[in-house]
């Protein structure tokens, strides 16, 4: 998993997107999005956004529930948001 964070112009650092490596194609990592920010716009001097599932189910997520561990799927869900 790699989490991007960015120093918004508010001067607000936020996560902008979790992803997971895939795999490699020559020395470049390949990833998908899991999670990201979505800007709605300004709450005064401040971005507003919030953070939303890209639908997309992480290799870890089956991996952690084949061991026995309960993750909700529905977090993977487009329509949930995180946070």
Same mark, same amino acid.
């Given at each position: 998993?790699?989490?991007?964070?960015?120093?918004y112009e508010?001067?607000v650092?936020?996560? +902008?997107t979790?992803? +997971?490596v895939?795999?490699m +194609?020559?020395?470049t990592?390949?990833?998908?999005d899991? !999670?990201? !920010?979505q800007?709605?716009?300004?709450?005064?001097k401040?971005v507003a956004?919030?953070?939303?599932?890209?639908?997309?189910?992480?290799h870890?997520? +089956?991996d952690?529930?084949?061991r026995?561990?309960?993750?909700?799927?529905?977090? !993977?869900?487009?329509?949930?948001?995180?946070?």
């Open positions: 998993m790699i989490v991007h964070v960015r120093r508010d001067g650092r936020r996560v +902008e979790v992803a +997971e895939t795999g +194609e020559g020395n990592p390949q990833l998908q899991i !999670f990201q !920010f800007r709605t716009g300004r709450k005064g401040k956004g919030r953070y939303v599932a890209t639908g997309i189910v992480p870890v997520a +089956e952690l529930r084949s026995g561990l309960d993750v909700p799927m529905q977090l !993977f869900t487009p329509s949930q948001l995180v946070g």
